[in-house]
Structure formats: structure tokens, C-alpha cells
């Protein structure tokens, strides 16, 4: 159901979404309507699809974004601090910014220079004070590496799959603290998973078949395009 919840509008997206079951927290809800998934593609934005925002990159499809904030809902609170790994065109990490509020951070990384630009002009379409008052930093960098200045995370979302659990992401997760990752299979498939930090160890919860763009280099990701 999750693929047939295309709308003509954000408002009618975000509703098909919560309609078909695939949040239904009232707080993930007043943040996708109050991002307009318009300000950050061109290309058929309120589709239920990934869509190409150039440098072989991609704005995962809504339902992918809907569900990791509500996995995340309860880590995304009033001050906590989040990571958004491979935050592209700025989307989620402006849906995470509002759910923490004006008290907490969330850091985009994203290792294309020109993404990151794009990024911050997307976000001040409509949600310039974000950027203004340090609710969302957006730099460049090798998500894989997180962004150990602004460590601890209560939340992590990483937006392409990763082999394996990249060690860095770990370290830098709050204890009580959960990411959520799509990770290659041995077998070619990926799995979108969910990793909490309970008393120092880790718990790790699969939650269902997903397809990402791989969590690579930047090197690697230009030379493929």
C-alpha cells in the first residue's frame, strides 16, 4: 500500500501515507505537511517514488521517509540532538529539525559539495530560521564517518545502504539512542534496520526489504554517474 500513496499536493501525499498505515503519529504528521516535499525535488515531488536530484543522487521515496520518522519518533523529541546521513536535498533533515524543535539539532551530512548548496537553498524557500538559529547544520563530509563534533545522537537516519554497520555511526549513537539503516545483504538485497543502544550493547531489528542507492564514497559516486 505504501507505493500507492502518490497525491496531487503535499497535504494529499502525507494523508495517502498516513491513510495506508505507514505512520500514524500525529507529530511525523505536522512535519511532512509542514515540508513541502516541492522545495526539494522538481521531479514529481509528491509521487511515492525516489526521484533524481542529480550527482547520482536520489530523494528517497516518501513512504521510506514517512516510516523512519516514525521509527525515530520517540528519539526525535523537544532538544534531542540527530544525525541524517546522506541528507541530499535537505528533505528529512528539515522533518527531524521540526519534530526536535528549536531546542535541538540535527546535522546533514552529505559528501557532494554542490548537494549541500542545494540543500541550504531548498531549506530557506520556506524554513530559513532553521538555518539561521543552528537547528540544522549542513555540511560536507563522509557520512560514513558521522560527525563527531556534534556527538552524541538520540537519532541517526542514514539514507543509502551500508555493508555492515558503519563503526563510526555506533560510537556516536547516544546510549538509549536508535538509527535507522538500510544495510547490504551478503546476498545482494537490503534490509532497512533498526539499531538501538540499550545499556552500551547493541540490538539490532530488521525491518523489512528495501532498495538504496549504496552509502559509498564520493569519489565512487561521481565516477558512476
Known amino acids: 500500500m505504501a507505493w500507492r500513496s ?9 494523508g495517502n501515507l498516513k491513510r495506508n498505515g505507514v505512520f500514524s503519529n500525529g507529530r511525523v504528521s505536522e512535519a511532512m505537511l509542514a515540508v513541502d516535499r516541492g522545495d526539494f ?24 521517509h514517512a516510516a523512519a520518522l ?11 540532538n540527530a544525525l541524517d546521513v546522506g ?8 522533518c527531524m529539525a521540526l519534530m526536535v524543535g528549536t531546542s535541538g539539532t540535527v546535522v546533514g551530512v552529505e559528501h557532494i559539495p554542490e548537494l549541500v548548496t542545494l540543500s541550504k537553498e531548498n531549506v530557506k524557500k520556506h524554513h530559513r530560521e532553521l538555518l539561521d538559529s ?3 547544520i549542513l555540511t560536507e563530509g563522509d557520512g560514513r564517518l558521522g560527525f563527531a563534533e556534534k556527538a552524541p545522537y ?44 540499550i545499556d552500551g550493547a547493541i540490538r539490532e531489528t530488521m525491518i ?18
Open 41 to 64: 525535488t522538481s521531479s514529481h515531488p509528491y509521487e511515492d517514488s525516489p526521484q533524481r536530484i542529480g550527482y547520482n543522487a536520489t530523494i528517497s521515496a516518501p513512504h521510506m
Open 134 to 136: 543552528g537547528n540544522i
Open 70 to 80: 516514525e521509527y525515530l519518533r520517540n528519539h526525535l523529541v523537544a532538544g534531542a
Open 208 to 225: 523489512e526489504h528495501v532498495i538504496y542507492v549504496p552509502l559509498t564514497s564520493r569519489e565512487k559516486q561521481w565516477s558512476s554517474r
Open 154 to 197: 538520540n537519532a541517526i537516519h542514514v539514507g543509502a545502504a551500508a555493508k555492515g554497520l558503519p563503526k563510526a555511526l555506533i560510537e556516536q549513537l547516544a546510549e538509549g539512542g536508535r538509527m535507522m539503516i538500510p544495510v547490504a545483504q551478503a546476498d545482494g538485497n537490503q534490509v532497512f534496520m533498526q539499531i538501538d543502544k
Open 87 to 94: 541528507s541530499g536535498s535537505g528533505y528529512l533533515t528539515t
Open 6 to 14: 502518490s497525491g496531487s499536493s503535499n497535504a494529499e501525499l502525507v
